[in-house]
């Protein structure tokens, strides 16, 4: 079975502090893809990235960052110099590879606010 | 690209009844899912088309719950005979070949 933990329910940070979401995994795939969505107060879930297992390469876009280890069956996000519109919940999300592995399974998500 | 779109936003019905939904994916993609998510919850799979073929349902689906996807293009999720446990965001997602997945804004499902 696969699980996805976002132990941290709720942050708050002042703007143009940086704020790191933590998601950790477990899963008995050898390989699979995490995912990063955001979801604004609109609703509308937002793609952010995806990682494949065998890529533990970290990756910056802009102020988003992830640090993928494998080690730890970690997939860490973190916003630097934060901004108001990062204000949403974000879902961390875990898929298997292979034809038929469709489902992505969701963490509970961490709801982040960003202080003016 | 116009996204995925879904209707309606927002329903209440009464326990017992039965209501419909329906997503149109963005037009070029061949998978689409549907996906519950209750308050401060994650969302959770409920069933996956590739074209027209339903290939996964969730053993959250119960049998009061039917998916179709006639000719490969719009979706329908029904529900019958509801239950104030029912009462979800339901969202839609589609994609092109499984690798990302673009949502919907979800249906808001209110059972009183």
């Given amino acids: 079975a696969q699980k996805v933990t976002q132990a941290q329910t709720e942050i708050s940070v002042v703007e143009k502090e940086d704020v790191t979401l933590d998601c950790v995994y477990e899963t008995r795939d050898t390989t699979y893809y995490l995912f990063w969505y955001k979801q604004p107060p609109s609703g509308e879930l937002v793609f952010l990235i995806r990682r494949n297992s065998f890529d533990e390469q970290n990756e910056i876009s802009g102020r988003y960052s992830w640090n993928f280890q494998k080690s730890t069956s970690s997939f860490n996000f973190t916003i630097t110099a934060s901004q108001v519109v990062d204000s949403a919940v974000y879902f961390c999300a875990l898929r298997g590879t292979g034809f038929g592995n469709e489902k992505l399974t969701f963490g509970t998500g961490t709801r982040l606010t960003i202080i003016p | ?112």
């Fill in chain 2, 1 to 112: 690209d116009t996204g995925v779109s879904q209707d309606p936003r927002h329903k209440i019905t009464k326990r017992g009844q039965n209501v419909t939904f329906r997503c149109d994916p963005i037009s070029e993609h061949n998978r689409l899912y549907w996906y519950r998510q209750t308050l401060g919850q994650g969302p959770e799979f409920l069933t996956y088309f590739q074209n027209e073929a339903q290939l996964e349902k969730s053993r959250l689906l119960s049998d009061r719950f039917s998916a179709e996807r006639p000719k490969g293009s719009f979706s329908t999720l029904e529900i019958q005979r509801t239950e104030q446990g029912d009462s979800a965001m339901y969202l839609c997602a589609s994609s092109f070949g499984g690798e990302k997945l673009f949502f919907g804004s979800g249906t808001q499902l209110s059972v009183l």
